[in-house]
């Protein structure tokens, strides 16, 4: 595997599941992110990973909860959500520090439908 | 804080024709800049990016862009548009005190054949 892989691609779940989206990074980054991204709107950070510590969580509501177990792997878990989180969640990965070239290398995705 | 704005929402293009999508950016100092390229369902792939250095930054997929400082733009060109570059373009904006790049809305761009 290169680069950064999300599983599953597609996901749908009721409203009383509990399921969870992974990503893992094969890039050696230090930073990993999650994004949601909604039809006819801007893409959304969710959280931020630095070295495995959260430094960014943008008011998301607790119904979603990550996880960074390593550099390497990030999780978001998903309980009790509603039909307005069906959306592409995105992950995102990134080298922060050095000579700053932090461009982001995003996942393919999880198409996630709430019903 | 940084911002970046995409003023077209709908770009609509023949295919062969020349390609120009705005990007403007608000910063304070000089900026990193990236352009990304969403097909649909998948996630964004870099198409190029600029630090410092020369402002003519050459992509991938025959894409280039240019970083203007005095009109705050960093704008993506193709000469000749295929078909299969009918897709999302996102510009980010990336501050120095930040490793996290705002983006902007994307442009749609179609293509006719």
């Known amino acids: 595997e290169t680069g950064v892989t999300q599983t599953p691609r597609h996901l749908v779940m009721g409203m009383t599941n509990k399921k969870s989206l992974k990503c893992e990074q094969h890039?050696?980054?230090?930073?990993m992110y999650w994004y949601k991204q909604s039809a006819k709107k801007p893409l959304e950070l969710m959280f931020v990973?630095?070295?495995?510590?959260?430094?960014e969580n943008n008011s998301v509501p607790s119904r979603f909860s990550p996880e960074c177990p390593n550099s390497s792997h990030l999780f978001l878990h998903l309980h009790t959500l509603q039909p307005e989180d069906s959306a592409l969640y995105l992950c995102?990965?990134?080298?922060?520090?050095?000579?700053?070239?932090?461009?982001?290398?995003f996942g393919p995705g999880t198409r996630l439908t709430v019903t | 804080a940084q911002s970046v704005t995409q003023p077209d929402i709908h770009i609509t293009v023949s295919e062969g024709a020349s390609l120009e999508l705005r990007c403007n950016y608000s910063y304070g100092a000089t900026p990193y800049l990236f352009w990304y390229v969403q097909s649909p369902g998948q996630g964004l792939q870099l198409l190029l990016k600029?630090?410092?250095?020369?402002?003519l930054v050459q992509g991938i997929k025959g894409f280039e862009a240019e970083f203007k400082r005095s009109q705050s733009s960093f704008n993506l060109r193709k000469p000749s548009v295929h078909w299969s570059d009918a897709a999302e373009y996102f510009c980010?904006?990336?501050?120095?005190?930040?490793?996290?790049?705002?983006f902007g809305r994307g442009t749609s761009l179609i293509v006719h054949p």
């Open positions: 600029y630090f410092s250095g020369d402002t």
């Open positions: 980010a904006v990336g501050a120095g005190g930040s490793y996290i790049p705002t």
């Open positions: 990973y630095n070295f495995k510590e959260q430094t």
């Open positions: 890039l050696g980054h230090n930073a």
């Open positions: 995102a990965s990134s080298q922060r520090g050095g000579s700053g070239n932090y461009e982001q290398y």
